[in-house]
């Protein structure tokens, strides 16, 4: 058997016409000029020759009456050189890319697609070997190559390892600092204390429970490391300590606080109570940077409205680390709560059932059976506010005080003490600790599976909570609401405001200011957000589609890098992003492009975890069957998969180009004249004093956000209810 | 498959290569309205078009860093003048002598040594909410600023992130002498409520009345004023330091001509009264023949002290003073 032709004529064609007719170049920043000088040909340079010669012999090949497999290995290797030697040359040369190196490469990727796929190397067809190569390839240029230009940056100083650098910032105040000579405590000591006891107690709970003694021993080091971390954070200074106390309120409490959330909104008795947690959970995602914060210093701060008008209370507490924790929980808790809801769901209530017709009371019932089935949510809940704590650039910007937070440290020490090594330092060490978690994550959850659907009904009503707790919830509920709506409320009126919280008489000046300043670089941002939408959703999909479906060599390399991407906290991929194409051949800096990159990666892996959610609710066998029947993968995923998915995917595609809307640390120093974006205009007014025409901007974010969900949602359930019953 | 990929690469590349005529690409540092108001002026006295990012003056610093290789700006306007002095002596700037130079304030060119174009001048100064301070009496010079009566009304910037706190230490420092200085420093800091990131934020704090004292550039309380906060500006009795904002051309800038046309346009005093009456910046401006707008603090009514740009502003200087700071004021606690 054998096809007479191989699929990669075309490609290869593509390659090579590219390669002649455009230039393999470029001179400076603008992507389309034609330097006759650049152009492949012109230059003359030998891997510019092998490029065009490995496109010719492709052609060749795939032409060629040769066996499948063989013409297969033939065309890997011409393609690899292909590629592998323009890439090559761009290195050398440290030339920008041009038009024609695009084409060039984008050919030879996908002569490569198919030749690994007729080889047999990979398995699947050509669409899927392309893709598991197009998608490596992004998230090599687009994830690693960033990051590790960060690592670069931190420890190689003029061509030379050189850890000076580093040690600087790790050994400056600013980034930690325990023992102070200007305090009347001694620190150090305190620290000490703080780890002998918590070591001692968590021996002592070892030796209560009858364990063994090397555990006891173990115990005793790993709380005694406990115990200094926590005496540390507490009694140091500096931007570590400060992040990581801010991160050990926020964490627990918005887990806590989630699946509080999570409990009412699945089990409550009140329907209402559901409805207002539906609206609650999506305020995060639609509310701009910056605004919020303000909103709680006119609440709450010196001369807040409950705080000093209410309590008659005037207090700075809102600098520092109580302010930023409670905006963070504000923030973060509706994500956790997502997450949370999620495993609540997912509980089987025939379990519980089980449990109750056995004798067990709602309490045992809670403590044996929900606990430990809502484990590995908590651990994501709590991971994700970790991380989200750990990132946040917003609120330690607006609330911060003068403590520093190590993600607003990346930002200062670049653009307040120029010094990129110092950021890229910081960069690495906010890194290395959200990789941290993910690892302690996984070591605690380990193995065991706790998958208790089974895609069979499961029968039964949900058991609803003790009527105590779920008092004691709905209280807790409805001052957050209270509180939140306060919050929200007060953004409107400041908007209104001549000047907020000094003069209330009502203005539309703000909104005239806005519409002049602001509205071209509102649309323009839209326009930017929407683009990038697209490709973060279509990638996301791809990328879920692989890594669910197929078992392939890089697999773990992709799902590492989508990782990277989602964990990195926004300021080090800008700095990444900057590092990586300000020069080289790579240069996209001062550009629409590196902007819609920068949110195509950060937003992919949401687009990625709703896609891996759909997937697994879809049997395989579907596919299977398209495929029995001869249908290529493509045409599978086209015709069986999407039509299936279409809710999920509209989901993902408003949710990434809302996320990109309101995006701000990882596009802060990607702007450039003529692509100015709302968020980072939004900072600049906040600087400048313009909190009215910034609570404008933030109004008007917020209510055309929430429409577009609503709207597009709304559109979305009929979509797909039409297209089920087309395909039906 | 492969044209759905080339389709997307052919629309990012489409999207990213606008036309590229002549046009003044601007790093822009003072105040967002005095920066929005000259585009379309500029481009209605030269027809040529304007695009500015606003960005801190150490940013834009970082940044024409960053970019030295490849300029994406052309020219960097306004904005303390330690960093323009920085990137001439690194190159990556470039001096061009206007036709007005000698319509330009012979003080301010002197001071600076004529190393960068001067645009204007303003002073540092106390931004003071009366109705904050609680009773306490105003405070009419440095040494007042160390009174109890004040503690925790007092706001300064991060003098680790911000210009404007450095200018105000090495003010104080030619004042008293370096030692002298750092003990009045340590007084201060008990009475400070915040250091903020930002060198204009402590007068919002003040003007909301968060604080009651702001240590800032003056012309910068006078703006809040204006704007309608309950502030009152003034500089200390024993003397204030003050900056020298410049118009800098950047290095290689991708497009000289319109580059120049724009300094030499900025320079003359109806590009200058912008400042005032569309840009809320009431600085001094450079060019005498220019109509200081009223609210413009009056420099011959304020104490100015001899400040001495070259020294200060060199770099290893002001690295050895912050680092000082940070060891010996920044940890006291308070």
């Given at each position: 058997m054998g096809l007479r032709f191989s699929g990669a004529w075309l490609p290869a064609l593509i390659a090579i016409v590219g390669f002649l007719a455009l230039p393999f170049g470029r001179p400076g920043r603008p992507f389309l000029t034609i330097d006759p000088n650049l152009y492949g040909w012109a230059i003359g340079h030998p891997l510019l020759w092998l490029v065009l010669a490995s496109a010719l012999a492709a052609l060749v090949i795939s032409l060629l009456k040769l066996p499948t497999s063989p013409r297969g290995d033939l065309l890997v290797v011409a393609g690899a050189v292909g590629l592998g030697a323009g890439v090559l040359w761009l290195l050398l040369t440290a030339t920008p890319f041009g038009m024609g190196a695009l084409v060039a490469a984008t050919g030879m990727a996908l002569v490569l697609g198919h030749a690994l796929s007729e080889s047999g190397r990979v398995q699947g067809d050509a669409f899927i070997a392309t893709s598991i190569l197009i998608v490596s390839l992004f998230v090599l240029l687009f994830i690693i190559y960033p990051l590790f230009m960060v690592l670069r940056s931190a420890f190689v100083i003029e061509g030379a390892f050189d850890l000076s650098q580093f040690r600087r910032t790790?050994?400056?105040?600013?980034?930690?600092?325990?023992?102070?000579?200007?305090?009347?405590?001694?620190?150090?000591?305190?620290?000490?204390?703080?780890?002998?006891?918590?070591?001692?107690?968590?021996?002592?709970?070892?030796?209560?429970?009858?364990?063994?003694?090397?555990?006891?021993l173990a115990r005793l080091v790993l709380g005694g490391v406990l115990g200094l971390i926590l005496g540390a954070m507490f009694y140091g200074r500096g931007a570590l300590p400060t992040s990581l106390l801010t991160v050990a309120i926020v964490a627990p409490a918005c887990t806590l606080l989630g699946l509080a959330f999570a409990l009412l909104g699945q089990r409550s008795r009140f329907r209402p109570v559901r409805r207002s947690l539906d609206v609650i959970s999506v305020l995060p995602i639609i509310t701009p940077p910056f605004i919020l914060a303000f909103a709680m210093i006119f609440l709450l701060g010196r001369r807040g409205i409950i705080t000093h008008g209410v309590f008659d209370i005037s207090s700075n507490w809102i600098y520092g680390i109580p302010g930023?924790?409670?905006?963070?929980?504000?923030?973060?808790?509706?994500?956790?709560?997502?997450?949370?809801?999620?495993?609540i769901s997912s509980l089987n209530p025939a379990l519980e059932e089980a449990a109750q017709t056995l004798g067990a009371g709602p309490w045992t019932t809670l403590k044996t059976i929900t606990w430990p089935l809502v484990r590995p949510g908590l651990a994501a809940a709590f991971l994700?506010?970790?991380?989200?704590?750990?990132?946040?650039?917003?609120?330690?910007?607006?609330?911060?005080?003068?403590?520093?937070?190590?993600?607003t440290e990346v930002y200062l020490s670049l653009t307040g003490r120029y010094n990129a090594h110092e950021a890229a330092s910081y960069g690495v060490v906010l890194l290395a600790l959200v990789l941290l978690a993910f690892f302690v994550q996984r070591w605690w959850l380990g193995g065991g599976s706790f998958v208790t659907v089974t895609g069979k009904p499961s029968g039964g009503a949900l058991a609803p909570i003790p009527r105590a707790i779920e008092v004691l919830l709905s209280a807790v509920l409805v001052v957050w609401t209270l509180f939140v709506a306060s919050l929200y409320v007060s953004i409107v009126v400041g908007s209104f405001a001549q000047l907020w919280g000094v003069n209330y008489s009502l203005t539309t000046r703000h909104y005239r200011d806005f519409m002049t300043a602001g509205w071209p670089v509102f649309l323009y941002t839209a326009r930017v957000a929407a683009i990038s939408a697209v490709p973060a959703m279509l990638l996301g999909f791809l990328v879920a589609y692989l890594v669910s479906r197929h078992r392939f060599w890089g697999r773990r390399f992709v799902e590492f890098g989508s990782l990277l991407s989602f964990a990195t906290p926004g300021t080090v991929m800008g700095v990444a992003y900057i590092f990586a194409f300000n020069t080289g051949p790579w240069l996209l800096t001062a550009s629409a492009t590196i902007i819609i990159l920068a949110l195509v990666f950060r937003n992919m892996p949401v687009a990625i975890r709703a896609a891996v959610a759909g997937l697994a609710q879809i049997d395989p066998s579907l596919e299977e069957a398209s495929t029995m029947l001869r249908a290529r993968s493509f045409t599978t995923l086209r015709r069986v998969l999407f039509p299936l998915l279409v809710n999920t995917l509209v989901t993902g595609l408003i949710f990434a180009f809302v996320s990109a809307m309101t995006a701000v640390s990882q596009v802060i120093f990607l702007v450039s004249p003529g692509n100015q974006l709302a968020t980072v205009l939004l900072l600049g007014w906040v600087e400048q004093g313009q909190l009215g025409r910034a609570a404008a901007m933030g109004t008007i974010l917020i209510v055309s956000m929430l429409l577009t969900i609503l709207v597009v949602l709304a559109l979305a359930q009929r979509i797909s209810a039409r297209v089920v019953r087309v395909e039906s | 498959m492969a044209r759905i990929l080339l389709a997307l690469v052919a629309a990012l590349a489409l999207v990213a290569g606008a036309a590229q005529a002549q046009r003044v690409n601007l790093l822009c540092s003072p105040d967002l309205a005095w920066c929005e108001a000259l585009g379309p002026a500029f481009t209605e006295a030269t027809g040529i078009p304007l695009d500015f990012i606003r960005v801190s003056s150490q940013d834009a610093l970082a940044r024409i860093r960053a970019e030295a290789a490849n300029p994406v700006f052309d020219v960097w306007f306004g904005g303390t003048g330690d960093p323009h002095l920085i990137a001439m002596r690194e190159g990556i700037a470039e001096m061009y002598i206007p036709t007005v130079w000698d319509e330009l304030i012979p003080e301010l060119k002197s001071v600076i040594n004529e190393e960068y174009i001067p645009l204007y001048a303003g002073a540092i100064g106390f931004v003071v909410n009366e109705e904050a301070l609680g009773g306490a009496p105003l405070p009419r010079t440095w040494r007042d600023l160390t009174d109890p009566a004040y503690r925790g009304l007092i706001a300064m910037p991060d003098p680790t992130s911000s210009g404007t706190a450095y200018t105000t230490l090495a003010t104080l420092i030619q004042i008293f002498g370096e030692d002298e200085a750092f003990e009045l420093l340590e007084d201060i800091h008990l009475n400070i409520a915040q250091y903020t990131s930002s060198g204009?934020?402590?007068?919002?704090?003040?003007?909301?009345?968060?604080?009651?004292?702001?240590v800032q550039f003056m012309h910068d309380g006078v703006k809040f004023a204006a704007q309608g906060f309950p502030l009152t500006t003034y500089a200390p009795e024993e003397g204030v330091g003050y900056e020298i904002g410049g118009i800098t051309l950047i290095a290689n800038a991708p497009n000289r001509d319109a580059a120049i046309e724009f300094i030499?346009?900025?320079?003359?005093?109806?590009?200058?009264?912008?400042?005032?009456?569309?840009?809320?910046?009431?600085?001094?401006?450079?060019?005498?023949n220019t109509e200081q707008h009223p609210l413009a603090p009056d420099f011959d009514e304020i104490n100015l002290i001899e400040y001495d740009f070259d020294r200060w502003g060199d770099p290893e200087v002001r690295d050895r003073i912050l680092t000082r700071w940070l060891n010996e004021i920044f940890p006291i606690p308070r």
């Open positions: 790790i050994g400056h105040p600013l980034f930690f600092f325990l023992e102070n000579p200007r305090s009347a405590i001694d620190e150090v000591g305190l620290t000490l204390r703080w780890g002998v006891v918590v070591g001692l107690l968590s021996a002592g709970w070892a030796l209560f429970r009858r364990q063994r003694l090397p555990v006891v930023v924790a409670l905006a963070q929980i504000l923030a973060f808790t509706p994500i956790a709560y997502l997450l949370l809801r999620g495993s994700l506010s970790m991380i989200e704590s750990l990132a946040d650039f917003g609120n330690p910007m607006i609330l911060g005080g003068d403590r520093n937070f190590l993600a | 204009a934020a402590p007068g919002q704090l003040a003007g909301r009345g968060e604080v009651a004292i702001a030499e346009w900025a320079l003359t005093p109806e590009a200058q009264a912008i400042a005032g009456q569309q840009g809320e910046s009431y600085q001094i401006q450079s060019n005498m």
